[in-house]
């Protein structure tokens, strides 16, 4: 893989004829026809006023016109994506905040963020589907003649230049902004792509959304660097997932622990599915996988499942279990995969293999900091070292394993319990499909323990059960003193099992 530093650069990886982007009955988009959907996007941009230091602001469905409208905006300008889910209070902030120069819709959307730019002075445009292929597409102005509009100098991104600015979750705080560079953004699809050793005999079938970092590096930029294909589909759709399958044939494809969960649930029914379109591997990233959920999907599919470790500021990923024949270690996010990776102590002291700290991070893809926020950046950073927030523990062989993010970490009369290990002690009860580990406000102990648990179908645990098998492998103040039974467990926009404030979600408040 060659070291391009920017998008256009990126997309050069490709042959001509190959195919770059396919989806669900359409016709396929090669590299040559993408690269020319790019360089007339980035050209329309600047006849609208659009520059390389501009923010434009996209609100699509999944899909293929979403895929290479990002690439189109990242090579001319810097990109936002934005959920399309977000109701109009929502965008007013995520607009405002971003200080987007134009917005991005399909032709005849009724978003709500039409009205919100309209409100905001931001200049709207239309992206009409072309017949070329997957995903081709030309930009208009929503209205005919828009006022003020000044045609930008004719340019594409360079290295230095911001490709793609998104939003912390901002779960206990106000979403930070995230810039991260063409640099960024090409480095970390390079190293996913060393990771899984893709190339242009693969294809990926994304199920991930596309305004999150995962779906956006692994799902589209990572096998568009490798010179293979990606089948986009509108989302995750688990009674869709194994005809798309049929119809992909893809090599892999990349999801986080909710969505592969789904999937495994309608495995056994469509095992002739998977016997015919064999996997060479499947990837979870974005939240942490159980063991015992990788060693079912890795039996369903006779292919190695690969966690990895990823997150907004390091422009998706920072570790990565290696395929085999090397080892996999389940339960660990395996070994530095692109940045250097280390663990550190509260002093700011990188600590030595085998002890718990805060899992640290430096390289090509970390983002240089949080935009117009010293405060959130002085937190972050000591020296070179970004810090993750999650805390964790390093091996003599370099696997990293998560023992959880520290704000998740339970504070009960003063000790310290990890969700996580609860977590995996709970699954491996035969009636448990899924389990949260979360804390609940105590008026005496700060914080006491609970679990929301999710039962396979036909089977049945009690309460008094489930603490009884916890008790085995837990010491006492670990064990949940409190365990929910759920039809579902509340998930976040891009499917992450939502573990702050599940205790406020459910109605559970301090104890005496």
């Not at 492998?473 to 759920?486: H, S």
């Amino acid at each position: 893989m060659s070291a391009y530093t920017t998008i256009p650069e990126l997309l050069h990886s490709g042959a001509d004829d190959a195919v770059a982007i396919r989806a669900p009955l359409a016709q396929p988009l090669s590299y040559a026809a993408l690269r020319r959907n790019t360089a007339a996007a980035v050209a329309a941009l600047n006849a609208f006023g659009v520059g390389r230091r501009d923010r434009v602001a996209i609100v699509l469905p999944n899909g293929p016109q979403m895929a290479s409208a990002f690439v189109g905006v990242a090579a001319a300008a810097c990109a936002a994506p934005l959920n399309p889910g977000y109701r109009a209070e929502e965008f007013e902030f995520y607009l405002g905040d971003l200080n987007a120069k134009a917005l991005i819709v399909e032709h005849g959307s009724e978003s709500a963020a039409l009205a919100v730019a309209d409100k905001l002075g931001i200049l709207v445009l239309e992206l009409l589907a072309s017949d070329e292929g997957a995903g081709a597409f030309r930009l208009r102005p929503l209205k005919a003649d828009p006022a003020g509009l000044v045609a930008a100098p004719a340019s594409v991104a360079a290295a230095g230049d911001l490709a793609l600015i998104l939003h912390t979750s901002g779960t206990t705080s106000r979403p930070k902004i995230v810039p991260l560079t063409q640099a960024n953004v090409c480095a970390s699809a390079r190293n996913v792509g060393a990771s899984l050793r893709l190339d242009a005999a693969d294809t990926g079938l994304n199920i991930m959304p596309l305004f999150h970092i995962h779906g956006l590096i692994a799902g589209l930029l990572a096998p568009l660097a490798a010179g293979g294909a990606v089948f986009c589909t509108p989302g995750f759709n688990a009674l869709k997932f194994f005809g798309w399958m049929q119809e992909a044939k893809p090599s892999w494809y990349t999801a986080v622990p909710t969505m592969h969960q789904t999937i495994l649930a309608r495995a056994p029914q469509n095992s002739a599915v998977i016997l015919a379109n064999p996997l060479r591997f499947l990837r979870s990233s974005s939240a942490s996988m159980p063991p015992q959920v990788i060693a079912e999907l890795e039996a369903a599919f006779g292919a190695p499942l690969i966690e990895a470790y990823g997150m907004t500021e390091a422009a998706h990923q920072m570790a990565c279990n290696p395929l085999p024949p090397a080892l996999r270690v389940p339960g660990s996010v395996g070994l530095a995969a692109g940045p250097e990776v280390a663990i550190m102590d509260q002093q700011g002291q990188l600590l030595a293999a085998g002890e718990t700290g805060e899992i640290v991070i430096h390289g090509a893809n970390v983002t240089a900091g949080y935009e117009n926020n010293p405060k959130a950046n002085a937190e972050a950073y000591v020296g070179q070292w970004f810090r993750t927030g999650d805390q964790g523990v390093m091996d003599e062989q370099g696997y990293v394993r998560i023992t959880g993010r520290l704000k998740e970490i339970i504070s009960r009369g003063g000790e310290k319990i990890s969700p996580r290990e609860v977590d995996e002690i709970l699954m491996d009860h035969p009636a448990v499909q899924q389990v949260v580990t979360f804390g609940i406000p105590h008026d005496k102990l700060g914080e006491d323990v609970g679990a929301a648990v999710v039962l396979h179908e036909g089977h049945s645990a009690s309460e008094k059960e489930l603490r009884e098998f916890a008790a085995i492998r837990l010491a006492d103040f670990k064990v949940p003193r409190k365990i929910v039974f759920l039809d579902e467990i509340p998930k976040g926009a891009t499917g992450k099992l939502q573990r702050i404030g599940l205790a406020e979600k459910l109605g559970l408040g301090q104890g005496g």
